[in-house]
């Protein structure tokens, strides 16, 4: 290819694309407030170098034969200790390279519009250097070459995500919504831990080339174990049932964090694992299905959740939760699934940031209000976010010809062929996806105004539009432009290549009924929000209502079984230490001090005293000698 | 004739003891420590002489070394006790109690 021949690509320089952003977060939080006139826009630059330089490289990569598509670059040896031998090192190869063009590109959007949405907040300088700590963070965990190094990033981009949505620190629900999200993904990373200690007493190494090459002399009770172990790892990080509670919270953060964060980037890492981890799954068919009900449980309980939420914010939340369910089906089918898990992520993370930031410029528009039922009627006012935002509803209910018609629909195909009884409840999430999204858009942009009072919409600066534009356009032509080829791009890395190799849908029964079904949903959710829109929540709804207004009661379950009994753990070690411990201790204390207060009373102060003390210890110190002697 | 020299020093120790014990004047209790001191050397020597060995000399020799040293410290006390509480009583010297 001419592209390649001219360029100079240098696969060493690939640290580059990591430490571009984590340098200049590094120079925003240490410099101080020097930087906070110009820091924002030093920000941006940081993920568009990143995404300039990781352009390079997949035309490079492009270029090159199918085999030699792998480039594997050592850093350093990180730990040497005895026979253990952990090397630090990079991995670009398809499927890396292809989530460095999405977190760098949407990256580079999501700072671009950030420009604009955080321009009036005091700790702006901080928001971006998080955000670049983000990025930098997110790269490393899908360019490290073993699940070690993977780890670091892995905690770093829950670190950037505890950061971020506690950004508004000053609120008590921020500051909780950051610590749950820390604290659930600390069972999942502790499930990755496990794995990766396993890993390395079995292979005595992490390496995923290692791993895969090792994968088949493991035997099956070690594969499954290994397996659930990711498998959990990855239901933290992608708040998959049943660590699925953070992220609904997780919406407490600034919206960009929303759409870059928890949508379209760090929650879609857990996929990312599973289909790295193919060889280990493949091994064991109890953790694949394993992933794959996991996947279908999520899918509903999100769609679910989407259904029943007045929070504009929390239904995409809902629906990122749902869209993810239905990557991991497909990543728990196997090998025929992992291209279109992975081309499923690539178009959500298109489309859901576009709705995510078209949210933003919904609540810009009116005050930060995030019910959906004070809006209404903004597409009048608001005419680029709603065709953006249209473009990004079109795509998730899978319309034809939009991004997330051919990704989804490849796995909604691909789950009938894998297990039946799946596929049915996916085509059944299509049909609830298709009717929350349309409740959404005509509680949104359609009917009466429900504005408050002194809210005048008004469309946003070019700054967070033309972010919207582009995402849009990814939105409409992300499934065409990726479906000929991805499955054959993917094939290096263990996914089978489908039979579906042309920009073309291929026309199938499934398609077919899928097809009927999202239209039942969106005439559905037309039919019963195009009335009026009561202005304050109904309280007397269907008992499925009031369980997806509580989420499904995730939190209560977590409360019974988790909160609850470690907080009567606590209370009991605290009353073990107030009743049993301090008085013991004290009384000890007290006891020496009054054996000290009558002790003291020898202390006469006369020497002739401590003469006469000496003397009868010494009398008493011969007659033992003496005695000894004797017996 | 060992026997003798042992007597000795036990007398002279046991006087050096009971007038540690009794008397009040500093420098008398400080010379019946020294007395008591003399009373071991004494017999070290003697013993050392009985068995015709030289370690019990070398011992005394140590004491000797010992005292001096201890008799300028003690000295320096008792001189500055004097000078400051202007009394030689041991009895007077009872401030250092618990």
Not at chain 1, 27 to 50: D, E, I, Q, R, Y
Not at chain 1, 375 to 401: D, E, H, K, N, S
Not at chain 1, 430 to 445: D, E, Q, S
Not at chain 1, 591 to 607: D, P
């Amino acid at each position: 290819m001419m592209v390649s021949s001219l360029m100079v690509t240098d696969f060493s320089l690939v640290w580059m694309l990591i430490a571009i952003p984590a340098v200049m977060a590094g120079l925003l939080l240490s410099l101080g407030k020097v930087t906070n006139s110009f820091g924002h826009f030093l920000a941006t630059l940081a993920p568009l170098a990143s995404f300039t330089l990781a352009v390079m490289y997949f035309l490079d990569l492009w270029g090159k034969p199918v085999g030699e598509r792998t480039v594997d670059i050592p850093l350093y040896t990180w730990i040497s200790s005895g026979s253990w031998q952990i090397e630090a090192g990079l991995l670009i190869d398809p499927l890396s390279i292809l989530f460095v063009l999405l977190i760098t590109g949407v990256g580079s959007l999501i700072h671009i519009y950030s420009l604009g949405y955080m321009a009036h907040d005091p700790h702006r300088r901080r928001f971006f250097a998080y955000l670049n700590l983000f990025i930098a963070a997110m790269l490393l965990l899908v360019l490290a070459n073993n699940y070690l190094v993977l780890f670091v990033g892995w905690e770093g981009v829950g670190l950037a995500s505890y950061l971020l949505i506690s950004f508004w620190q000053e609120k008590p629900s921020a500051a909780a919504a950051g610590k749950k999200a820390f604290i659930v993904n600390r069972v999942g990373d502790m499930g990755l831990l496990i794995a990766a200690f396993t890993m390395l007493a079995m292979f005595s190494s992490t390496s995923f080339v290692d791993v895969s090459a090792g994968a088949d002399m493991l035997s099956p009770g070690w594969a499954t174990f290994i397996g659930i172990m990711l498998l959990v790892g990855a239901c933290g990080k992608s708040a998959q049932v049943p660590l699925q509670s953070w992220l609904l919270d997780a919406m407490e953060g600034p919206t960009p964090v929303s759409a870059l964060i928890h949508a379209a980037t760090m929650v879609t890492a857990g996929v990312y694992l599973v289909v790295r981890s193919g060889a280990i799954f493949e091994q064991s068919p109890i953790a694949q299905l394993a992933v794959a009900i996991v996947g279908t449980v999520t899918l509903l309980v999100g769609a679910w959740i989407g259904c029943s939420k007045d929070d504009i914010k929390k239904v995409l939340a809902g629906s990122t939760m749902s869209q993810i369910g239905y990557m991991m089906l497909a990543a728990g089918i196997g090998p025929a699934g992992y291209a279109f898990a992975i081309f499923h992520l690539l178009t959500h993370g298109f489309f859901k940031a576009n709705m995510f930031l078209g949210a933003g410029s919904v609540m810009h528009a009116t005050n930060d209000d995030v019910d959906m039922r004070h809006y209404g009627a903004l597409r009048q006012v608001l005419p680029i976010t709603f065709v953006t935002f249209a473009m990004g509803y079109l795509a998730i209910i899978g319309f034809p010809m939009f991004a997330g018609f051919y990704s989804k629909d490849h796995i909604i195909e691909a789950a009938f062929h894998g297990q039946p009884i799946l596929g049915v409840l996916a085509l059944i999430g299509a049909g609830v996806t298709a009717f929350y999204m349309t409740r959404l858009m005509m509680m949104t942009f359609f009917g009466q105004s429900r504005w408050r009072q002194g809210v005048h919409p008004h469309e946003s600066p070019a700054v967070m539009w033309i972010p919207l534009v582009f995402l849009a356009i990814g939105s409409l032509i992300g499934g065409m432009a990726l479906n000929s080829w991805i499955g054959s791009w993917l094939a290096p890395i263990g996914a089978e290549v489908g039979e579906h190799t042309s920009w073309l849908p291929a026309i199938t029964p499934i398609g077919l009924i899928t097809m009927a079904v999202v239209g039942c949903g969106v005439a559905l959710g037309w039919l019963l929000f195009k009335k009026d829109i009561p202005d304050t929540a109904p309280q007397k709804v269907s008992i499925f209502t009031t369980i997806g207004r509580n989420d499904l009661f995730g939190d209560v379950v977590n409360d019974y079984a988790v909160v609850k009994p470690a907080e009567l753990l606590s209370r009991a070690v605290a009353t073990t230490d107030e009743k049993g411990i301090t008085p013991g201790i004290e009384g000890f204390g007290r006891f020496v001090e009054t054996l000290g207060t009558k002790l003291r009373v020898i202390q006469n102060g006369y020497v002739r005293t401590y003469g006469l003390t000496m003397v009868i210890g010494i009398v008493f110190l011969g007659l033992f000698l003496l005695l000894s002697r004797l017996v | 004739m060992t026997s003798l020299y042992a007597v000795l020093a036990v007398i002279l120790f046991t006087i050096g003891l009971i007038g540690f014990l009794i008397r009040r004047n500093a420098l008398v209790v400080f010379m019946c420590v020294e007395l008591m001191l003399n009373a071991c050397n004494l017999l070290f020597v003697a013993f050392s002489s009985h068995h015709g060995v030289l370690d019990g000399q070398m011992a005394a020799f140590f004491v000797m070394v010992v005292a001096a040293a201890e008799v300028v410290i003690g000295l320096s006390i008792i001189v500055m006790i004097t000078r400051t509480r202007r009394s030689t009583s041991v009895d007077a010297e009872n401030v250092l109690k618990g």
